[in-house]
């Protein structure tokens, strides 16, 4: 497996690092969680751990900054807090605060969609990965110009998506992308969550090298696959 790697920021330019920048938000927990882990480069596995004078901070439309926790998992050094709201139309300021002469990059920002709320399939169901198409079906909290991603995964499947264009409420997952996961030690029959994630983009700070700042909202139900 490719292992992760954490290096000191003093050797990083800020135009060097691509940030990962992610407001997410669900129909089942109060605010949203932000997450951002600033990748070296375009690369996947090796990550900037900032030195202590340094900063990431979230603000939510000009309110006091919430300072994001530093934390490290298997080499992965990510960033994280929780913001008190999930109102569409807010908008979210990501500030990376630089030390040690380099720049720092204060405005990435991106503006909560909309929410919803997932109405089909009901939580608790059991579905024939042979016989039967998942129709899922959401209600929106107001009108969004923002598609929808509905997804369902779990450890016996391979993850199956399909995207709903802005304005519709349905989509289905039919029944033959929904496939038993290959392999040794497979179950026959697992959890499943079935999600519906839409999803906004925001703008970067220009002093960054690439990366993305977005903003999700998703609702989901747990089933079971059978085969």
């Known amino acids: ?20 920048m992610h407001v997410a938000a669900s129909s089942d927990k109060e605010g949203s969680v932000v997450t951002v ?17 340094e900063s990431v901070t979230a603000t939510v439309d000009g309110e006091d900054p919430v300072t994001l926790s530093e934390g490290n998992l298997l080499g992965l050094t990510q960033y994280a807090g929780s913001l008190d709201t999930k ?21 990435s920002t991106v503006t909560m ?22 129709v899922v079906e959401w209600t929106d909290t107001a009108p969004s110009q923002d598609g929808v991603t509905v ?14 264009q802005p304005g519709q409420t349905t ?11 290959q392999g040794d030690d497979v179950a ?4 499943i969550t079935v999600s519906a994630t839409r999803q906004r983009n925001g703008t970067l700070d220009a002093a960054f090298g690439g990366g993305s700042i977005f903003d999700t ?4 139900a747990q089933l079971t696959s059978n085969p």
């Not at 989509?171 to 996961?181: G, N, P």
């Not at 909202?217 to 989901?220: L, Q, R």
């Open 87 to 107: 109102d569409a139309g807010k908008s979210v300021t990501v500030a990376v605060t630089r030390a040690n002469g380099n720049d720092s990059a204060p405005t």
């Open 1 to 20: 497996a490719t292992r992760c790697t954490s290096v000191d920021s003093a050797n990083i330019k800020t135009a060097g690092i691509n940030p990962s």
């Open 188 to 191: 026959d029959s697992c959890s």
């Open 171 to 181: 989509a289905t997952l039919s029944k033959d992308t929904l496939k038993k996961k």
């Open 151 to 164: 997804e369902a995964a779990g450890d016996c499947i391979d993850t199956a998506t399909v995207t709903a």
């Open 217 to 220: 909202f998703s609702s989901s």
């Open 113 to 134: 969609t909309e929410g919803l709320t997932l109405t089909k399939p009901a939580a608790g169901g059991t579905v024939s990965r042979a016989a039967d198409d998942i």
């Open 37 to 53: 882990v600033l990748h070296v480069g375009d690369s996947l596995v090796t990550f900037v751990d900032l030195d202590s004078d």
